[in-house]
């Protein structure tokens, strides 16, 4: 006896199967992408044959609070939609600064403010910088307290790339490369 492995469809939006879409917040995004893609399996999860099936002994005149279920699962997916809309507003609204630090004569410190707002782990980032350029590398607060990774050395040009190469969600017109330079004490 052979067992057939079950398929399962993932949505194209929420990268969920189509049975939890209504949980990720964007299911008429769902649902227009489904319709798009494969008009049969729209049919049999949001058809009536799909809205109805275990629904044996529930009506559809059920109240809450004088609301009607359905819209209340509406309100609270178009609030979350929203919020998931905001923080994609922000994160592209953000930036990513490589910033070059003069120390001493030749030395220099290169700054990376802004990964986690984009997903990255800051401890590995730093750890696979030290290893990298074989320097010392670690997560630091800086004046604001914010977390930001403090890599010994002039490598901004090198970050700059391992950064569009590594994490491809971080947008490359949002990396900013900053170099600031120690004034001599004759300057004003």
Request: glycine content about 6%; proline content about 3%.
């Amino acid at each position: 006896m052979t067992v057939e492995p079950r398929k399962v469809y993932l949505c194209g939006i929420c990268t969920m199967p189509l049975e939890y879409c209504e949980f990720s917040g964007t299911q008429e995004k769902c649902k227009l992408w489904l319709k798009e893609h494969d008009e049969d399996k729209y049919n049999e999860v949001y058809g009536i044959k799909g809205i109805t099936e275990g629904m044996e002994n529930t009506s559809l005149e059920e109240e809450s609070n004088g609301k009607d279920t359905r819209t209340i699962v509406k309100d609270k997916s178009a609030k979350l939609e929203a919020k998931l809309e905001r923080e994609i507003k922000k994160k592209m609204a953000s930036r990513v600064l490589i910033k070059r630090n003069e120390r001493n004569k030749r030395k220099c410190v290169t700054t990376i403010h802004g990964l986690d707002i984009f997903g990255v782990d800051l401890k590995k980032a730093a750890k696979m910088f030290a290893n990298r350029f074989a320097c010392g590398s670690s997560v630091a607060k800086n004046n604001q307290g914010q977390d930001e990774i403090v890599v010994q050395g002039d490598f901004s040009d090198d970050i700059y790339n391992i950064i569009l190469t590594h994490w491809p969600n971080v947008p490359e017109e949002n990396i900013d490369k900053i170099e600031e330079k120690k004034k001599k004490k004759n300057e004003p």
